[in-house]
């Protein structure tokens, strides 16, 4: 049985909202309209119409790629420019980046002013502390490792019918 434009987009949101996506419901539409490369207005004004299978299955595996954290638009832009189904690992470094940056400049901002030698010591400090989930592993630094991943980061991997696939 065919799932309805509407029916998509209220699953797919349940599943954003669960995964503490905010605006879970625009972030849905914004990626069904990419998916279906239509304006996301046409999604508001006819929720009746029927998803087919490839275009549902796609919109649902960028909606398990937002539930991991990856943003919507750094899917559907990257996307956008270099193709449908396009993959790099640099944004996940990029991603990273910034999931270690948020945990440790507000620290850093506790002891010092942005700019100064002494910011840019307390950052480093608590960047040598930093316990980080990212996309390439856990960061776990301290004042003797800069690198901060363990060997549970270091797997193999293939690209199997242009997807990752781990190598067991």
Request: positive net charge.
């Amino acid at each position: 049985m065919a799932v309805s434009i509407g029916e998509a987009l209220q699953k797919a949101s349940e599943r954003l909202s669960w995964a503490g996506v905010p605006e879970a419901r625009k972030e849905a539409r914004s990626l069904l309209a990419h998916v279906l490369e239509v304006d996301w207005a046409v999604l508001i004004t006819d929720p009746g119409k029927p998803v087919a299978d490839a275009p549902l299955s796609r919109f649902q595996e960028l909606v398990s790629r937002r539930m991991t954290g990856e943003p919507a638009q750094y899917i559907t832009g990257y996307e956008a420019k270099y193709g449908k189904d396009s993959r790099t690992t640099f944004g996940g470094h990029a991603y990273d980046t910034f999931a270690l940056l948020s945990k440790a400049v507000p620290e850093a901002l506790k002891k010092a002013k942005p700019g100064t030698k002494e910011f840019r010591a307390a950052l480093r400090d608590a960047l040598e502390v930093s316990n980080v989930v990212g996309t390439h592993g856990v960061f776990v630094m301290s004042p003797q490792d800069h690198n901060g991943l363990d060997n549970r980061a270091r797997v193999m991997i293939k690209i199997e019918n242009g997807k990752w696939v781990l190598v067991k």
